[in-house]
């Protein structure tokens, strides 16, 4: 994610995506019910190198896996550490506006990235108010950290060979922590890129979330960039 987030911020002033996907994952966990999901992306930068814009999805979140859009809106700064480098800060208000009111879903997240070209991204974040669902119920609001790491490798034309881990600090919202990971292939022609990616968890993923977990699940996605 913090590689196809670095494209959304290229030098355009304004820019966006849609995307459908056949599975909404986020951090490790089903939010669609594995179901499809539709997104779509609208922003805006500065030359000075700022940044905003909004993001949604349809989701299908537990427990209810009643339809409930996800409405995320961030913004942030973006600098060049050097030629290859690049460092960015962002600010996300993570919001489900036809939720019920038992599913709180909604929390604030800030973020540091570090990104080397197109190859390499390095990313951690901090939330300082989520609340999460696992298969003990909800559980009290309370901090959550997690760390990223994002590699990109073209292998022939435009294909590229992609992987991701992710290391989620719930211990003080669930009592455990966990890890997740994906890898797969990508290519573009022109704005549209496609991505065939498998996902999987740890052992600790699988007894918090049960099969909401994306262990073993394979997601075709399309994404046109505009």
Not at 27 to 56: E, I, T
Not at 156 to 166: C, E, H, K, N, P
Request: proline share 6%; glycine share 10%; with cysteine.
């Amino acid at each position: 994610m913090a590689l196809a987030g670095s494209k959304a911020f290229a030098a355009d002033p304004w820019g966006g995506a849609l995307t459908l996907t056949t599975d909404y994952i986020f951090r490790g966990v089903s939010q669609s019910n594995g179901n499809p999901a539709a997104q779509v992306d609208l922003h805006a930068r500065s030359p000075a190198g700022w940044f905003a814009g909004a993001w949604s999805s349809t989701a299908n979140p537990p427990p209810s896996y009643a339809g409930s859009p996800e409405v995320d809106l961030y913004a942030g700064f973006g600098r060049p550490l050097s030629d290859r480098w690049v460092a960015t800060l962002s600010v996300v208000r993570y919001l489900y506006p036809n939720a019920s009111p038992s599913s709180h879903y909604d929390a604030s997240e800030l973020s540091g990235t570090l990104r080397f070209d197109d190859w390499l991204a390095l990313s951690a974040a901090v939330s300082p108010d989520a609340r999460r669902y696992s298969v003990q119920g909800w559980s009290a609001r309370g901090e959550t950290r997690s760390c990223e790491a994002s590699l990109r490798q073209p292998v022939f034309g435009a294909v590229s060979i992609v992987a991701a881990l992710g290391y989620y600090d719930t211990q003080a919202l669930l009592g455990e922590s966990y890890r997740a990971w994906d890898g797969g292939l990508t290519t573009h022609a022109g704005p549209v890129e496609l991505a065939l990616l498998r996902f999987g968890v740890d052992a600790a993923a699988r007894r918090l979330f049960g099969s909401d977990a994306a262990d073993g699940h394979w997601v075709l996605t399309a994404t046109w960039r505009f």
